[in-house]
């Protein structure tokens, strides 16, 4: 038995479809002539048409005898029958995934009405985060005046703030006055501070959260040293304090004082001896200088008269 292989199949298909392409040749030839006779024949016409006697006679056209005879291609038999693949059977069932029921409700988070009032925080001072849960004092320094001479006088003022979110224990302001400065007096918008031995201090005990306490000390300048600096600090016996800032410090400038202008003495104008301390010093001084003038006068001519009559006399001899 002969392969049936790809080859050969198409070659017996391209015979089948030559085959089929000459029948249909065949067929159209042998059909056309008669079809266009009918085709004249039943036209409808109002008058008799006449039949054309120059229209060539039908010839047959002989049937061609070498056309090969249709050969009966044997199927292939050993083409492999088609199976059926069993659908798979064990493919798991679409399971239904529950709805978690256990998601916690939501709820509405109320807005908080306890917030604090902002309050004006002095330009002047640095803005702190606060601490949370903590007590953390801290202190800031100024003063009125940064040029200073001698004799005049000075304020400090001391801040002090609680910047951590409980309250500070037994906070204790101190400043020790500098030489160069005498004190003058002190006050504070809360307590007493006291002067002891060229110390101003100020007991405030608990310190509230962002509770601020201004503490102002008035001096004078005695002396002017190449260095005018003034410290404060504070101490606490909190346990989160941060040292760092419990102590600030300021500096002031001095300046010489400008030596006294030269006092310029007038010279006074010349006067007359006062003898009577009256007022009629004055017309008695005239008097005696008018006499005295009469008597040189007189003098003068008496002198001249004693040289003409001695001059006479040397004549006369």
């Avoid at 036209?43 to 070498?66: H, L, R, S």
């Avoid at 925080?121 to 601490?131: C, D, F």
Wanted: hydrophobic share 40%; net charge neutral.
């Amino acid at each position: 038995m002969i392969p049936f292989t790809p080859f050969l199949k198409k070659s017996c298909l391209a015979g089948l479809m030559l085959v089929v392409l000459l029948i249909v040749v065949v067929l159209f030839f042998t059909v056309t002539p008669s079809f266009a006779q009918h085709t004249f024949s039943l036209t409808p016409t109002g008058e008799p048409t006449e039949i054309p006697t120059d229209i060539p006679a039908a010839t047959n056209t002989p049937f061609p005898t070498d056309v090969p005879a249709a050969t009966n291609t044997p199927f292939p038999t050993d083409v492999p029958a088609a199976t059926n693949t069993p659908f798979p059977t064990d493919i798991p069932a679409a399971t239904n995934t529950p709805f978690p029921t256990d998601i916690p409700a939501v709820t509405n988070t109320p807005f908080p009405t306890d917030i604090p009032a902002a309050t004006n925080t002095p330009t002047n001072l640095p803005t702190l985060t606060p601490l949370v849960s903590e007590a953390d004092p801290w202190i800031k320094k100024r003063v009125d005046k940064t040029k200073v001479a001698l004799g005049d006088v000075v304020t400090y003022s001391i801040v002090v703030v609680n910047r951590g979110s409980t309250s500070a224990t037994d906070v204790v302001v101190r400043d020790p006055l500098p030489l160069f400065l005498t004190y003058m007096s002190a006050g504070s918008t809360r307590g007493t501070p006291s002067y002891v031995g060229g110390v101003v201090a100020l007991n405030l005990g608990d310190l509230q959260p962002d509770e601020e306490v201004v503490l102002t000390i008035q001096a004078r300048i005695n002396s002017m040293p190449n260095s005018m600096i003034n410290v404060a600090s504070l101490t606490t016996t909190s346990k989160t304090d941060n040292p760092t800032n419990n102590e600030d410090r300021i500096s002031i400038l001095t300046v010489e004082a400008a030596p006294p202008a030269a006092r310029v003495v007038p010279t006074p104008a010349p006067r007359f001896p006062n003898t009577g301390g009256s007022a009629l010093a004055i017309p008695s001084l005239w008097l005696v200088g008018g006499a005295g003038l009469v008597v040189a006068m007189l003098s003068l001519v008496a002198l001249l008269l004693a040289l003409r009559s001695r001059r006479a006399r040397s004549i006369s001899r």
